[in-house]
């Protein structure tokens, strides 16, 4: 019997997983996939935004401003990197009325330190924004962040607390019982007093595995994007919005932490849930409209293409309820943008909500999040310590983004381990940069079978059947009669 | 840790091995900084024949090229070979810092060789739309896995892009027992060496689509399939005109790409026609001391031009570190009509000995005559029957027709 | 009976075109050689087969191995199913002989390159790391 189990690994439920493994609480976080997060966190602008954008006195305008201001100390607690680099939000032609609303807007939301410029102030800061811009909005609080990498090292502080995590179990059942819930998954059943859906995507399942009449639909939205090599570094300082539309804050152009450049997304409704591919359409639209903001993108400098999709619902704000006849059950669904830069407030909410249902008591030692994360960020003597301990960290394998053997295999044998090539790419970078895994992808295999103790064919891009290899050569010839 | 030595060889590959042996004759300190587990960098995964040809007058595989280099460097004490070994930063002195097992190391030396070799195009410079599935390799990727490693990527495989490791792949993977379901080439003609397409492709009936491109992958776990489309006349997919392939594995052989980012960190300019360093005829960077050579100079069909490369960049290391190279006037070489590319980019005079020049064309030509002039004087010509962009155009010329000229062009025309 | 063939003898790539009768006639071809390569070609065409076999305790799994000489077309894919079944243990030198006068043809399968064994491998890295 749990405390809580947490339904979903991504950046909301890992956060709250966290957040209550403070706790002297059973917690239980259950994700479908092989690792996390593996839906709308894993694919989006990671921006970590102002608080412009939420219509005043909606959760998502008090959970965006208030969960900026939580960003800093969460990154330094959790050795995740956090920037931030502020964002422009560009006004052509006769976008000037738009433009003041917005800062009402934002200063009505609590957003500080906003400035209102002209153009010439404008192309002094950022050369490569379009000349004919007018006027734009600085919001200095803006900033970009690793959503990987702050799901996973959340969800690895809270099993360092004391909370478990399953992988591969999906929430297929939930029956009430006197003393609470039972969760049934497609492998086995657990029993709890309280349940926290995050399941994102999917919280609308969730919701309608207890009443399949309850209206709240996800209707999601799918975004595509494309990013740029390191090469581009320093086309723009700062993240690039052009005036917010009906669909949303439109196609961005921004630095990420590890000094890509980021263009997108589209915004499309979609049906399948699951459907995570680009198209010629969508990509050529991002370039077309990146265009209209900052006209020299240098798209020769393409290294990777992908799509996000994000849980946006039928009802307008974040929904963070509970439903009336299913009571100590507690919904964070429809959480689209800014879900990112919401959560670590949201994760807040969450306590508060159990804290008003029991008596928690937080506990004596809670246990810090501490790990080498990136080896080429550390000093030369720090660096040359490390090798003479293990010389596996003076092992590059990954030649791009300088990723050491070690790194590789503490990624592997962490609290929550890496087990497919992705899982190592989203923990360490390795795969990530120009090459894209070219070089390095079939030593990280070797590595994953050898740590894992599987065969190297039977490793996978990221779980199920994405298996990387087939089999040994000539096996046809060796099993099967030739024709 | 520190490390001092005469030259310092970043990459050891063929131009890498050529270059330390060459420069290691001639009496110098060399160390050679390899990435990788062992010497002989792409080689040791190319086991097909038709390497050696013009270096060794014989044909061999590709280890067995390396093996030949690898041996003779075994018989040099003054070279030095750090496996595993990656470089990491180097300063305008000429200050190497690189990482190994042993810890990092600051390494100064007299003259640095750029044999970097070269990286393959990937699905995202490409940028094909579709799912993101586990089965897409890069063609050299592909090579290492079933040649190296001994596992195939797939077993029912379609390859983009007609270079000559995707051709060669093609006949690899039919005789490892997986399918291969056709070759698809954006271009109107083959990018891979005629013998490739006779031998790889011909001979099992493997088709090649010309003038079509892979438009969508499909597939959630595993690729399940691709869309093909032909393109118009300006390289664009025709998507009304798409049909699907199925497949389990899309192999990219559609282009390398020299890997120059260390020379860029320490901004040595390159030339975007090669994307390796513009070089004067002793391989010389616009910097003085470093040299380039191999495919992260230009990127070669041949790997007999690769050694000779290596040959050439090691000797004008250690004459530039014995003082022997004094330049007294530098003209830059243009090109003009069917020509893409050329290597040397500039000629450094005076001229003493003769010097290959290496040449790309755009589009395949018959009856082509190349024309060096200087100033709109004609120089000198070389006719060839047929030209064509997947072979390199190798001519030697000797130093009285090189004497001091302005503005040297060559130009090739019908 | 008709055939065409494209010329790889240099690099003008000639299509040829081959009448095969009671004689062999060539046409398409721009000199003697391309000739030549037509008829070999039509007779008794040859290829070189470069593969890898299986190797124990090796540094790698698996080591390239080619024919000494071109062998005719139809021996390849046989050959590949008996190379299929064959298993070295390292240590191998290069040249190696995996087998000796395949089909009766006086030609042999030899290794490419040398294998060493995994220890040995793991041994000479340390060693490297002592000095």
Redesign the interface.
Known sequence: MEDVIIIGGGVVGSLIARELSFYEISVLLLEKEEDIPMGSTKANSAIVHSGYDPLPGTLKAKTNVEGNRLYKDLCEELKVPFKRIGAYVLAFNDELKTLLELKERGKTNGVSEIQILKREEILKREPNINEEVKYALFFPTSGITNPFLLTIHALENAIENGAKVKLREEVIGIEKKDMGYKVITNKSEYYCKYIINCAGINADKIIHLLDPDYPFTITPRKGEY??LDK?AQNFVKSTIFHVPTQKGKGVLVTPTVDGNILLGPTAENIEDR?D?????E??LEVKEKVKKLTPNVPFSL?????SGIRASSTYKDFFVQEIPEFKNILHFAGIDSPGLTSAPSLAKMAVEWLKEKENIKRKKNIKNFEKIISFKELT?EE??NL??ED??W???IC?CE?V?EMEVRNAINSPLPARTLEAIKKRTRAGMG??????C??HIM?ILSEELEIP??MI???G???????????????YAK?S | MQKEVDIVIIGGGPAGLSASISSAERGKSILILE?NEELGGVLNQCIHPGFGLIYFKEELTGPEYAYRFIKEIEKYPNIEVWL?T?V?DITNEKEITA??????WKIKTKAIIFSTGC??R????L?I???????I??A??AQ???NI???????KILILGSGDIGLIMARRLKW???EVIGVIEKLPYPGGLTRNLVQCLEDYNIPLYLKHTV????G???VEGVYIAPVDDYGN?I?DNKKFIEC??LLLSAGLIPENDLL?NINIPLDPRTQGPYVDQYLSTLKEGIFSCGNSLLVNDLVDYVTLQGILAGKSAVRYINNEINIEKRSHIEIDGNLRLVVPQYLSYPILEDITFYFRVKEPQKSAILTLKDNDKRIKEWRFPVVKPAEMIVIKVKPEFLRYMENPKFSMEG | MKKELTCIVCPLGCSLEIEIGEDIIVKGNKCEKGKNYAIEEITNPKRILT??I?IKNGKY??VPVKTTAPIPKEYI?PL??K???IEISAPVPIGYKVLENIFQLSIDVITTRPMETKENTRKTKETK?ST
């Open positions: 494309l990013i090469k699951e995570k591919s680009t198209s010629h969508g990509l393409v290294i990777n293409i992908f030369e660096k040359e090798i003479k010389p596996k003076g092992h590059i030649r300088h050491s120009r090459c894209q895994g070219a070089f992808s079939y070797k190297i064919n996978t891009l990221r199920g059947k994405s298996f990387l290899l087939n089999g040994e050569n000539k096996v046809r010839w060796k030739r | 990435r595993e990656m990491v990482i190994n097992k042993d810890g990092i990286r393959e990937t699905r995202g410079n940028q739309p579709g799912t993101r599935p586990a089965g390799y890069t050299g990727t290492r896995l079933v490693e001994g596992y195939l990527p797939g077993e490892e027992g997986a438009v969508e992958i499909l959630k776990d595993r997919p998507t389990d594995t860029e | 593969t890898t299986k799994k698996v894919f590949l199913e190379l299929s079944e790391k």
